[in-house]
């Protein structure tokens, strides 16, 4: 029996189907692990395969990509190094399950399946995987190890049925994307299992930008006194030694080591957002994006962040002018792209929208002008952005935020047609309170320079969100902070009319507001993908139907 044991974890970032490139950072992982004294090296639930996998799981192709990989991996554990704990998706007796594999002695030694399978969004594993059983400990070099999967630690039972077959280290392969609506849940989970068995408890969690889904790493130890003894960084790959010693009463004691606090409030979605944005872009192996520049606030902080994410020589801002764009609108872009120390070039749309106009003008005519017109000035302008990137190797990034987004507002400067929204689950509000924040404060890892990168005049104009042609006439909307708060309550709370009209909303506009969130449902659903950062993001996290006769609510 050992009475010391030194276990890595491993928080990386692995690219969804790039299977021989994950084990590879596990195996450069295993290798520094090595160096520093570990004897076993822990990574994040699906490690191999990277997630979420989807329906890749669902193609035999893949499942035998994945174990051959993993097999032939394994056997380079017969050298004595450090044994590795990894997930995957597996074939259990015909079944294909969420699993964690120990590999050790140059073989795959031992095989633990998820119990607890995730249900709606983000992760709907009840449609991919099998649920295996309640697992029993695994035993590894003496010591019997509790090894959970993700949402295993989600209820007592599974922690619980572990400590009464006799585990002594609870160990956890997460797989938790960011949810910043609820950022404690998964601290406060290992406290509520640490305090149910008694146990000490081991968090590894991955890192990185999976296309909507973003994963914060911030791995972690708990000892048995539900003390935190290390805490690994936030939003980057690390590679943290958590060491471990027998106490007097047979218990496990981890020394304390790293103890790195995460980011909180403004700060954490910035970092969210940028790390999503940059590992899109770098593993779809995009040479860089490019930015339309408007009159908001929008496209000035996704400009921003792309700088911060990728560096300002590979973001491409461009202004496309029309007729009635007025000058302070082309002061405020060209300053945005000076601040942040990037490329900006200015294509009139004048001709374009002249011929364009000519040509309807004989469908059009006897017919008032009006969103159509708006919405085709929208595609046009966003076509002409999807093609340039596209002749540039570029992502096109949306600058549509989940408030345009909610009421159906994005088409109105080519958000629709994006390559990717890095904005989408940020409300307008938020918007606002992330530009002011990045104006003061230099995120980490961040690429771009310190200092104000939006101009306070394109923070302070909101005149152009206040009003709204709705198609039963014009209406003006609420200010901005009364309707994100309407949409929040509609949306992310689920609340009633009656407890929404408790917060001081005229029920008339509450009404108005529903009836426009169930008109965009039809343009969400042409919206590319985006960073979720919130339990209720757009797209499979929240739909209503396309053709829906429920307009009104009250």
């Given amino acids: 029996m050992t009475d010391r044991l030194a276990i890595a974890l ?39 395969s990277g997630q979420p996998v989807e329906q890749l799981v669902l193609k035999p192709f893949f499942l035998d990509a994945v174990e051959e990989a993993v097999r032939e991996f394994a056997r380079e554990t017969a050298d004595g190094g450090p044994g590795v704990l990894v997930g995957a998706p597996w074939r259990m007796d015909g079944q294909v399950c969420n699993a964690v594999l120990l590999l050790d ?21 009840r449609h991919l995987f099998a649920a295996g059983p309640v697992p029993g400990p695994v035993n590894f070099r003496g010591v019997r190890l509790g090894v959970m999967i993700a949402e295993d630690m989600a209820t007592a039972d599974v922690a619980e049925a572990l400590g009464e077959c006799g585990a002594e280290i609870l160990v ?9 609506d609820i950022q404690d849940r998964r601290i406060n989970r290992a406290v509520a299992r640490v305090a149910e068995t008694g146990l000490p408890l081991l968090h590894v969690n991955q890192v990185g930008g999976h296309g909507e889904l973003v994963f914060d790493g911030s791995s972690f130890v708990l000892g048995a006194d539900r003390a935190l003894r290390i805490h690994a960084p936030a939003f980057r790959e690390s590679l943290t030694v958590a060491r471990w010693e027998r106490g007097g009463d047979d218990g496990w004691i981890c020394h304390e080591g790293e103890l790195a606090p995460p980011p909180s409030g403004p700060a954490a979605a910035y970092q969210a957002l940028m790390l999503g944005l940059r590992d899109h872009v770098r593993k779809t192996r995009r040479n860089g994006v490019l930015v339309g520049l408007t009159d908001g606030i929008d496209s000035a902080l996704t400009a921003a962040l792309a700088v ?28 945005v792209a000076e601040l942040l120390g990037c490329r900006i070039d200015e294509i009139p749309m004048g001709p374009a929208l002249r011929a364009i106009d000519a040509m309807l003008a004989p469908a059009f005519a006897g017919r008032d002008t009006g969103r159509a017109e708006e919405d085709l000035r929208g595609s046009l302008r966003g076509a002409v952005l999807v093609a340039l990137a596209e002749k540039f190797d570029a992502l096109a990034l949306s600058a549509a935020n989940r408030t345009d987004v909610a009421v159906g507002r994005s088409m109105l400067h080519g958000d629709l047609w994006g390559g990717f929204a890095v904005l989408k689950d940020v409300y307008r509000t938020n918007v606002v309170a992330l530009a002011n924040w990045r104006n003061r404060s230099l995120p980490d890892d961040g690429r771009g320079p310190a200092g104000r990168v939006v101009p306070e005049r394109v923070i302070t104009d909101t005149a152009a969100t206040e009003r709204r042609a709705g198609r039963d006439g014009d209406w003006a909307m609420p200010p901005g902070d009364l309707l994100d708060d309407i949409l929040r309550c509609l949306l992310d709370q689920e609340m009633t009319v009656a407890e ?20 965009g449902e039809h343009q969400r659903r042409q919206l590319p993908p985006g960073v979720r950062i919130s339990g209720h993001g757009f797209g499979s996290g929240h739909r209503l139907p396309v053709v829906n006769g429920f307009t009104s609510i009250l």
Avoid: Y
Wanted: aromatic residues 2%; proline residues 4%; contains cysteine.
């Fill in 308 to 335: 911060d994410a990728l560096g300002p020589e590979r973001v491409h801002c461009v202004l496309l002018p029309s007729s009635d764009t007025g000058r302070e609108t082309l002061e405020d872009g060209r300053e």
């Fill in 172 to 180: 956890v392969a997460g797989g938790d994307a960011v949810d910043l």
């Fill in 105 to 125: 002695g140059g073989r795959v030694a031992t095989i633990r399946t998820k119990h607890v399978l995730a249900d709606g969004a983000p992760f709907d594993e």
């Fill in 500 to 519: 929404i009209i408790e917060r001081d909303h005229d029920p008339v506009m509450v009404d108005q507001v529903w009836r426009l969130v169930v008109r």
């Fill in 10 to 48: 491993a928080q990386l970032n692995p690219t969804t189907g790039a299977i021989d490139q994950n084990i590879d950072r596990i195996r450069t992982a295993r290798a520094e692990a090595s160096a520093r004294g570990a004897e076993l090296v822990v990574c994040a639930a699906m490690g191999v």
